[in-house]
């Protein structure tokens, strides 16, 4: 396991080449990224919809714990996904790597094919294939969205925050590892607590939203309206928490480790 300061170097590295990818990888990769969310998500669902009533927050811990699949596919096989850029892309900024508008560019672009593949997956799989569509995983698609877009304006930031958190530490971490079954753990075991603990991820919410839209379950307007709002908090959580408290934190010791 690399020390801190070295993660800080690595992180950095990864940032920049998040930005020189052109165009069409990053389409590709995004909407990879959008896409395996989703599909942990729909694990969650497939998983506990059944158990939930029987075995109450054990079954939430239960749904986290297969929900990381998403990321470790995007972190160990590609994909980009914009909660994890928010992080690496902005330490690299902090490290004056890549310009503003290069950021702005990436999270653009990244944030789009993320939600498009995260549509995608909810209304093919989910809605046209009916793996959310039957009584038993509506039901559960239905609570799961209705928790998300009742929360207030504040709550959605402040739950974004603690998402990318751990989003960003999970990251960090699987930079930091040295083989695969330590990048392995490294993931999992962050990002199942934010979803244990209910955290709100900004492109996991661009499946549940929609697909229970696609069942008569929400608007797009509710949609829209948690959607800008978790996001806020992710970006938050991302640059802030974790970009810029290692940097603050490991900067120096970073430096010394090129000379």
Same mark, same amino acid.
């Given at each position: 396991?690399?020390?801190?300061?070295?993660?800080?170097?690595?992180?950095?590295?990864?940032?920049?080449?998040?930005?020189?990818?052109?165009?069409?990888?990053?389409?590709?990769?995004?909407?990879?990224?959008?896409?395996?969310?989703?599909?942990?998500?729909?694990?969650?669902?497939?998983?506990?919809?059944?158990?939930?009533?029987?075995?109450?927050?054990?079954?939430?811990?239960?749904?986290?714990?297969?929900?990381?699949?998403?990321?470790?596919?995007?972190?160990?096989?590609?994909?980009?996904?914009?909660?994890?850029?928010?992080?690496?892309?902005?330490?690299?900024?902090?490290?004056?790597?890549?310009? /503003? $508008?290069?950021?702005?560019?990436?999270?653009?672009?990244?944030?789009? *094919?993320?939600?498009?593949? !995260? @549509? #995608?997956?909810?209304?093919?799989?989910?809605?046209?294939?009916?793996?959310?569509?039957?009584?038993?995983?509506?039901?559960?698609?239905?609570?799961?969205?209705?928790?998300?877009?009742?929360?207030?304006?504040?709550?959605?930031?402040?739950?974004?925050?603690?998402?990318?958190?751990?989003?960003?530490?999970?990251?960090?971490?699987?930079?930091?590892?040295?083989?695969?079954?330590?990048?392995?753990?490294?993931?999992?075991?962050?990002?199942?607590? /934010? $979803?244990?603990?209910?955290?709100?991820?900004?492109?996991?919410?661009? *499946?549940?939203?929609?697909? !229970? @839209? #696609?069942?008569?379950?929400?608007?797009?307007?509710?949609?829209?309206?948690?959607?800008?709002?978790?996001?806020?908090?992710?970006?938050?959580?991302?640059?802030?928490?974790?970009?810029?408290?290692?940097?603050?934190?490991?900067?120096?010791?970073?430096?010394?480790?090129?000379?």
């Amino acid at each position: 396991m690399m020390n801190p300061a070295e993660i800080l170097a690595v992180t950095i590295h990864h940032g920049q080449e998040k930005v020189k990818r052109p165009f069409l990888e990053k389409a590709i990769l995004g909407f990879i990224g959008g896409a395996m969310i989703s599909l942990g998500y729909l694990l969650y669902i497939r998983t506990i919809a059944s158990v939930v009533e029987d075995l109450g927050s054990l079954a939430s811990l239960i749904g986290a714990s297969v929900f990381p699949i998403g990321l470790i596919v995007i972190l160990m096989g590609g994909g980009e996904l914009i909660t994890s850029n928010m992080t690496a892309v902005s330490a690299s900024f902090f490290a004056k790597k890549v310009t /503003f $508008v290069e950021l702005i560019k990436n999270w653009i672009v990244i944030t789009i *094919f993320n939600v498009l593949g !995260a @549509i #995608f997956v909810a209304f093919v799989f989910g809605h046209l294939v009916g793996l959310t569509a039957t009584a038993e995983f509506k039901d559960e698609l239905f609570r799961l969205a209705q928790v998300k877009i009742s929360a207030s304006w504040s709550q959605e930031i402040l739950s974004g925050i603690g998402c990318n958190w751990f989003v960003g530490i999970a990251m960090w971490l699987c930079y930091g590892a040295k083989d695969a079954a330590g990048k392995l753990l490294a993931i999992w075991f962050p990002i199942m607590a /934010f $979803v244990a603990i209910g955290f709100q991820h900004s492109i996991a919410n661009a *499946f549940v939203i929609p697909a !229970a @839209i #696609f069942e008569n379950g929400a608007s797009w307007l509710d949609f829209a309206h948690n959607f800008s709002f978790v996001y806020l908090g992710n970006i938050i959580g991302g640059v802030i928490f974790v970009a810029g408290f290692y940097t603050l934190g490991y900067r120096r010791q970073m430096n010394e480790l090129k000379k």
